[in-house]
């Protein structure tokens, strides 16, 4: 009976630690797959029914804006955290875009009308850096730095803004804009220039969101 | 003899069990259609893939590429500095170097948007007149043009394509 009961409490044993390791790996197994999910949710172009405009399928739509700290051109860290209970349009932009440089005077006047509602504008630009030549970092900086004065941008500009663009849904079309409400969730987005209105539009809706 | 029974069926159970679980727990993390399919590119090399040149001597080549319908890349020469311009290289290692390259005037467009700004683009086919000097031998060159494409409400980020050409210089 002691044989018996050793035996038992043994198999039990081997049983309960076989089924720790596959439930872990299973864990681990569903982590990574959710990981690998989030990387390839791309921005989609879908075609809309005969009449209407055709439509991005944006993955983030409804869900937190992803948080994110990047410098601006100063290397001052800016976060996302730092904008809790505001109203946001998040603006990826390019120096080499011309799409980019039509829509920027329409967001600093639909900045400048909505700031005293909680809005603001923060642009983030997707040039690229190169961190390994500190010259030629200096000049792609330099190149940012003459974009936002040409267009004499007032809000918050940040740079780097590659090393955001998996969870952002790949950008791969500039200009690219997510609208966030107060509570930090994004309720549109606009990937391409779209028209001043629509911007103001979603900004409102934006502004509306409980 | 009968708990010698009940153990062996407990094992068998357990056995049972543990395959269910480990068979579960080693499915694909993902099947191909739960991924993004990769966009093709916005402009294709398209030929020629072997060419026969004199050894050291300069020869002029016509590489043709092919930019996708609905979008245009900017020209060599853009109207603004800050747009990237259209260029083609060849890699020093190659055994083959390119002297000088003659680029297509592109075409004035301009945006639905901003009718008051032009930009000087290439739309459909295109063929740049590379220069190159090759040693004896034959040569796999992987000429590369760095463009940057738009369509008319948005732009795509700066890409190198390669253009494989096989060069036999005797």
Same mark, same amino acid.
């Given at each position: 009976?002691?044989?018996?009961?050793?035996?038992?409490? @043994?198999?039990?044993?081997?049983?309960?630690?076989?089924?720790? @390791?596959?439930?872990?790996?299973?864990?681990?197994?569903? %982590?990574?797959?959710?990981?690998?999910?989030?990387?390839?949710?791309?921005?989609?172009?879908?075609?809309?029914?005969?009449?209407? @405009?055709? %439509?991005?399928?944006?993955?983030?739509?409804?869900?937190?804006?992803?948080?994110?700290?990047?410098?601006?051109?100063?290397?001052?860290?800016?976060?996302?955290?730092?904008?809790?209970?505001?109203?946001?349009?998040?603006?990826?932009?390019?120096?080499?875009?011309?799409?980019?440089?039509?829509?920027?005077?329409?967001?600093?006047?639909?900045?400048?009308?909505?700031? @005293?509602?909680?809005?603001?504008?923060?642009?983030?630009?997707?040039?690229?850096?190169?961190?390994?030549?500190?010259?030629?970092?200096?000049?792609?900086?330099? %190149?940012?730095?003459?974009?936002? %004065?040409?267009?004499?941008?007032?809000?918050?500009?940040?740079?780097?803004?590659?090393?955001?663009?998996?969870?952002?849904?790949?950008?791969?079309?500039?200009?690219?804009?997510?609208?966030?409400?107060?509570?930090?969730?994004?309720?549109?987005?606009?990937?391409?220039?779209?028209?001043?209105?629509?911007?103001?539009?979603?900004?409102?809706?934006?502004?509306?969101?409980? | 003899?009968?708990? #010698?029974?009940?153990?062996?069926?407990?094992?068998?159970?357990?056995?049972?069990?543990?395959?269910?679980?480990? +068979?579960? *727990?080693?499915?694909?993390?993902?099947?191909? *259609?739960?991924? $993004?399919?990769?966009?093709?590119?916005?402009?294709?090399?398209?030929?020629?893939?072997?060419?026969?040149?004199?050894?050291?001597?300069?020869?002029?080549?016509?590489?043709?590429?092919?930019?996708?319908? #609905?979008?245009?890349?900017? *020209?060599?020469?853009?109207?603004?500095?800050?747009?990237?311009?259209?260029?083609?290289?060849?890699?020093? $290692?190659? #055994?083959?170097?390119?002297? *000088?390259?003659?680029?297509?005037?592109?075409?004035?467009?301009?945006?639905?948007?901003?009718?008051?700004?032009?930009?000087?683009?290439?739309? #459909?086919?295109?063929?740049?007149?590379?220069?190159?000097?090759?040693?004896?031998?034959?040569?796999?060159?992987?000429?590369?043009?760095?463009?940057?494409?738009?369509?008319?409400?948005?732009?795509?980020?700066?890409?190198?394509?390669? +253009?494989?050409?096989?060069?036999?210089?005797?």
């Amino acid at each position: 009976m002691k044989r018996n009961t050793l035996v038992i409490t @043994a198999v039990l044993f081997i049983l309960a630690a076989f089924a720790w @390791a596959a439930w872990a790996n299973w864990e681990l197994r569903k %982590q990574a797959r959710e990981r690998l999910l989030a990387a390839s949710a791309r921005n989609v172009l879908v075609v809309a029914p005969a009449g209407s @405009a055709a %439509q991005y399928i944006v993955p983030l739509q409804g869900k937190p804006a992803p948080a994110f700290a990047l410098e601006d051109l100063t290397g001052k860290k800016i976060s996302l955290a730092d904008y809790k209970g505001k109203v946001l349009l998040i603006n990826f932009w390019a120096t080499w875009c011309a799409p980019c440089k039509i829509e920027t005077p329409w967001l600093i006047e639909l900045r400048n009308r909505y700031a @005293a509602q909680g809005f603001e504008v923060l642009g983030i630009s997707a040039d690229d850096l190169d961190r390994d030549d500190p010259a030629k970092l200096s000049d792609d900086k330099q %190149q940012i730095a003459r974009f936002v %004065q040409q267009t004499l941008i007032p809000y918050p500009v940040m740079i780097d803004g590659d090393s955001i663009s998996q969870p952002y849904g790949g950008l791969d079309e500039l200009p690219a804009s997510f609208f966030v409400d107060r509570n930090g969730t994004v309720v549109a987005a606009q990937l391409g220039i779209t028209s001043k209105d629509e911007i103001e539009a979603n900004i409102k809706k934006a502004l509306g969101a409980k | 003899m009968i708990a #010698g029974k009940t153990e062996m069926r407990l094992a068998a159970v357990a056995a049972l069990a543990l395959a269910s679980v480990f +068979a579960h *727990s080693q499915s694909p993390l993902l099947d191909e *259609s739960q991924l $993004s399919a990769p966009k093709p590119a916005a402009v294709a090399y398209l030929y020629p893939q072997q060419v026969t040149v004199p050894a050291n001597q300069p020869t002029t080549l016509a590489l043709h590429f092919r930019v996708a319908p #609905g979008l245009h890349i900017n *020209s060599h020469m853009p109207s603004e500095a800050e747009l990237i311009p259209a260029t083609l290289t060849i890699p020093e $290692s190659s #055994g083959v170097r390119i002297e *000088s390259a003659i680029y297509p005037h592109g075409i004035d467009i301009t945006l639905p948007l901003d009718l008051k700004t032009r930009i000087n683009v290439y739309t #459909g086919d295109f063929v740049i007149q590379a220069r190159i000097v090759a040693a004896a031998g034959n040569h796999l060159v992987e000429a590369r043009l760095r463009y940057q494409a738009c369509d008319n409400n948005a732009c795509m980020p700066p890409k190198t394509i390669t +253009a494989p050409i096989e060069v036999i210089a005797r």
